[in-house]
C-alpha cells in the first residue's frame, strides 16, 4: 500500500511540476508582448546610433588619409623652405607641442627683467 503512495505521490508531484512551467511559460508570453512594443523604438535608436558612429568613423579615417596625402605632398615644399632658411639666424623651428601649449615663443616682459 505504501508503494502505492508514493507512486501517486510521485505523479502528483510532476503534474504540480507541469502545471508550474505551463504557467511561467503563458505569463513570459504575455510578458514578451507587452516589452516587444517598447523594444521597437530602443532598437531603432540603437540602430540609428550605431550608422552614425559607423559613419563618423568613415568620415574621421578619410579625413585622417587625407591630411597624410597633404603632408606628402607638402613635405618637399616645407623642407626646401626650411633649407632656404638655413642661411638665416632664425629661432629653432623644433618646437613641441608641449612647448606650445606652454607658449614658447612668446615675448614675456617679466622674463626679460629677470637678472
Given amino acids: 500500500m505504501s508503494i502505492f503512495i508514493a507512486v501517486v505521490a510521485f ?4 503534474g504540480a511540476l507541469w502545471f ?6 503563458r505569463l513570459d508570453l504575455k510578458n514578451q508582448s507587452a516589452v516587444k512594443p ?6 531603432e535608436s540603437l540602430r540609428r546610433a ?3 558612429i ?3 568613423t568613415l568620415g574621421l579615417e578619410a579625413a585622417e588619409r587625407k591630411i597624410r596625402s597633404l603632408d606628402t ?4 615644399v616645407r623642407d626646401g623652405f626650411s633649407n632656404n632658411r638655413e642661411g638665416e639666424a632664425s629661432a629653432p623651428n623644433d618646437i613641441s607641442a608641449l612647448d606650445i601649449i606652454r607658449g614658447a615663443g612668446r ?3 617679466s622674463d ?3 637678472n
Fill in 11 to 14: 505523479f502528483m508531484a510532476f
Fill in 20 to 25: 508550474t512551467s505551463e504557467i511561467a511559460r
Fill in 38 to 43: 517598447h523594444m521597437g523604438p530602443m532598437q
Fill in 73 to 76: 605632398r607638402n613635405r618637399p
Fill in 50 to 52: 550605431e550608422r552614425q
Fill in 54 to 56: 559607423r559613419e563618423l
Fill in 107 to 109: 615675448f614675456y616682459p
Fill in 112 to 114: 626679460t627683467l629677470k
